[in-house]
């Protein structure tokens, strides 16, 4: 039964906060802050009765605190992402990605929430010599984007180590699934993949192609937020969030026209600036300390998405 503990999800009309959103609905009430710059009233269609929306951007401070305050914890996905948009234009991802994320913690911190599970980036890790990428390693980040999230980071701990907060970070790896926006040239490659599969057009592949991420099912990820507001042991930290898995954008092209039985090559184009060469993680300190056991292969989450995709 859903207790009465109240959570709240910025950026929960997003694909990944929207499948949260979901997660959390049988566990308390749940509040929306989503300003719909990049997320869709759409995604929160199924639950819309259930939730409370509040149309807020986290760059306004005055307009968040009165959300939040309360709260048992605020799952914050609220961001401006992509590395090539901060790349192209850094003032708004700067805005939101770290002025709005301090906005976040220093709510919560007044608010008296009890917990903040912020959604970091892989990105941070940039070019290591060494796979898999563990937490211990040093970060090196190469846009403004992997900056951002980094920065998130460390506030989070700060925000343990300074007023109490119970911050917990954790680094998405490359999420995809249903929902996720193919819109703009700034979406996710694997929801471009899928609206050119269906399209049956060709995608575009930015180098070689031989570029490789551990991409993570959405649900897994969304499972792995609860938990780490839910561990104990864990304030102050910060924990990757993938897969595990390490698969090329080649090799991800070449199984979803498998999987349709169509041959549509891509367009090769050169490299883009920030972009990280490979990425895979070591889950093991996730599945350790907060009981992370993603569930989804990809083949089983192409399909889904796909079908998904289909009927959208
Ligand atoms: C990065 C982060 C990820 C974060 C995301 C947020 C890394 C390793 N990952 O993802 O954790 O959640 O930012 O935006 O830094 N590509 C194409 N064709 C396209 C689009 C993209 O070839 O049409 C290529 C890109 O050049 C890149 C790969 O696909 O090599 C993945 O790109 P994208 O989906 O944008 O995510 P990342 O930048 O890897």
């Not at 910025?10 to 997320?39: H, K, M, W, Y």
């Not at 599945?287 to 399909?303: M, W, Y």
Request: hydrophobic fraction near 40%; proline fraction near 5%; glycine fraction near 8%.
């Amino acid at each position: 039964m859903a207790s009465d503990l109240k959570f709240i999800v910025t950026g929960g009309a997003g694909f990944i906060g929207s499948t949260l959103v979901q997660t959390l609905l049988d566990r308390g009430r749940v509040a929306v802050i989503d300003n719909l710059l990049t997320g869709h009233e759409a995604n929160l269609e199924e639950v819309r009765g259930q939730i409370e929306f509040h149309n807020v951007d986290i760059r306004d401070a005055a307009a968040l605190e009165p959300v939040i305050r309360g709260a048992d914890t605020v799952f914050h996905l609220a961001a401006i992402p992509s590395v090539p948009r901060s790349i192209d234009d850094p003032v708004p991802s700067h805005q939101v990605n770290i002025d709005g994320t301090f906005n976040v913690f220093r709510a919560a911190a007044l608010g008296k929430v009890r917990r903040v599970v912020y959604a970091a980036s892989s990105s941070a890790y940039g070019d290591t010599e060494v796979l898999p990428k563990t937490e211990t390693m040093t970060p090196l980040p190469k846009s403004p984007y992997a900056v951002q999230k980094l920065l998130g980071e460390y506030y989070g701990s700060v925000f343990h180590s300074c007023f109490g907060l119970e911050a917990v970070s954790l680094r998405f790896f490359n999420v995809y699934g249903p929902r996720q926006d193919p819109a703009s040239p700034y979406s996710g490659v694997l929801s471009l993949f899928m609206k050119h599969l269906i399209a049956r057009t060709c995608p575009t592949i930015f180098g070689d192609g031989e570029q490789s991420r551990d991409f993570t099912f959405v649900e897994d990820v969304a499972e792995l937020c609860w938990k780490a507001s839910q561990a104990s042991g864990v304030a102050g930290k910060m924990y990757n969030a993938g897969n595990g898995n390490q698969y090329t954008l080649n090799q991800i092209w070449k199984l979803l026209q498998q999987m349709e039985g169509v041959n549509l090559p891509a367009n090769m184009a050169p490299p883009r600036a920030g972009d990280v060469r490979h990425s895979k993680a070591d889950t093991s300190a996730a599945v350790r300390d907060l009981g992370h056991a993603p569930r989804v292969t990809i083949e089983q989450g192409l399909k889904r998405t796909l079908e998904w995709y289909r009927g959208a």
